[in-house]
């Protein structure tokens, strides 16, 4: 049986839980995906202000990582269709949880946000 390593310890479950998802747009497609499989161009269309670039880099570390799974089809155009994998899916459980949260605590977020200098933009 192994004991949790204390909080500071980079070994310990949250810390490399928050650095999985920690990405500014990491939970924003794990959200994405969690309504099902999307095509690139869905998440791209879903995501506006993410690049395409970034979008690829995001994708491609959850799909090393395990979370995401890519379907390329051989087909002219190409296809690609991405989806959370098993594990993906219980990622998005707390993900949607701090989702949750801030949409209920709104006010409160957006005190933090404009005492760091960042204004919404609606």
Known sequence: MS???PIYDQRYPARQL???IAGKWTPIILYCLSGGTRRFSEL???IPDISKKMLIQVLRRLESDG???RTVYPV???KTEYRLTPLGRRIHEP???LCQWAVENEKDLKTVM???GVTAQD
């Open 76 to 78: 002219v155009p190409p």
């Open 44 to 46: 791209q269309h879903q």
């Open 18 to 20: 928050l650095d999985v």
């Open 95 to 97: 993900v949607a949880m």
């Open 114 to 116: 404009r005492k760091r």
């Open 67 to 69: 979370i995401v799974a």
């Open 3 to 5: 004991k949790t390593p």
